[in-house]
């Protein structure tokens, strides 16, 4: 059993963390059917902790998974097609889909990972693809290498991460040569990244310029059913059980499970429901005790200071200086240390903080 420490789980290569192995499932097309998604709450519960993370780039994560679990949990996990043939394709299939996709963006979704699945390139562990090809693009916040979107004229467009223009997409195959050009390109280590070679001057060929990028919506009624969030982007089990209930499930990179056909939306534990709630403010990684990082808890500690963070402002608490739970600059970031925590305005976890050292007791007057 492959187990990586801190960096890119799969289900075939959990994580170790705090809390047990983290287990991360990549659905097919970022979609779960009704049984899919019960079936995994049903295994969050009798292989982990119950605890299922929704991650920046739309997978899930089950936590609290041991040694001696993680083998039943693949196989339940294989009965539900969510597991690939080996750590390789696996890793391979780092694809994100809009979750407004539209008949097209699903055949190009299921295009590109059978392509991917028997192609041969050795791609850094973090490389991924976007099929962004909705109404309107609404992925380019997220994180990807390559992005296949629309241009201005509605036609299919590649472009690669870091470009503002991208050229046109005739086939599957042109995704993979961009691929293969980044390689090509001289990216040595595992962790090279498309919109870095871009950054030093290295760039593909590209005239074409994508559809103007539509606003990430908030919880609420979307033309495919309902977008309802999740605090801090995790769900228990009996939540995802009674969400798998109501319709098949769409994932979004924004903390949101998108339910499709319906029109009310439950009031289940975790579930934030109305776009002006305070949390949506809120970003925290696990944190303590979950995280063996971690030098102070998160989650409670940003639930404590919701009420404080005003409209359009984001709130980071960070167990350390790595920043898994936003990437971003933010507003306010608050990075634990051994001392205390660093106050860093406009910034991410790991930037100088204008405050050094404050104890918890400080920072509602500080912030
Ligand atoms: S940022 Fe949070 S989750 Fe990431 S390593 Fe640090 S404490 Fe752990």
Known sequence: MSVVKGWC???????ESGDGWVVRVRPRGGRLSMAQAAGIAQAAEHHGNGLIDLTGRANLQLRGVTPATHAPLITDLRRLDLI???????????IIVTPFADIETDRLATTLEAALAVSTLTLPAKFGFAVDTGPAPV????????????????HLLLRADGMATGQPLTDMACALDLAAWFLSRGVTDGRGRMAALIAR????????????????PGPGPVPQGMLVALEFGQAGAATLTALAALGPIRLTPWRMLLIEGLHAAPDLPGLILDPADPRLRLRACTGAPGCPQAHAATRPLARSLAAQVPKGAVLHVSGCAKGCGWPHPATVTLTATSQGFDLIRGGRAHDIPQLRGLPAARLPEVL
């Open 9 to 15: 789980p799969g289900a075939l290569q959990p994580m």
């Open 84 to 94: 690939d043939a080996d750590i390789a394709t696996e890793t391979r299939r780092n």
């Open 139 to 154: 992925l380019t916040q997220t994180p990807a290498d390559i992005r296949i979107e629309r241009a201005a004229d509605g």
């Open 201 to 216: 001057g290295t760039t593909p060929p590209a005239s074409l310029s994508p559809a103007v990028a539509a606003p990430i």
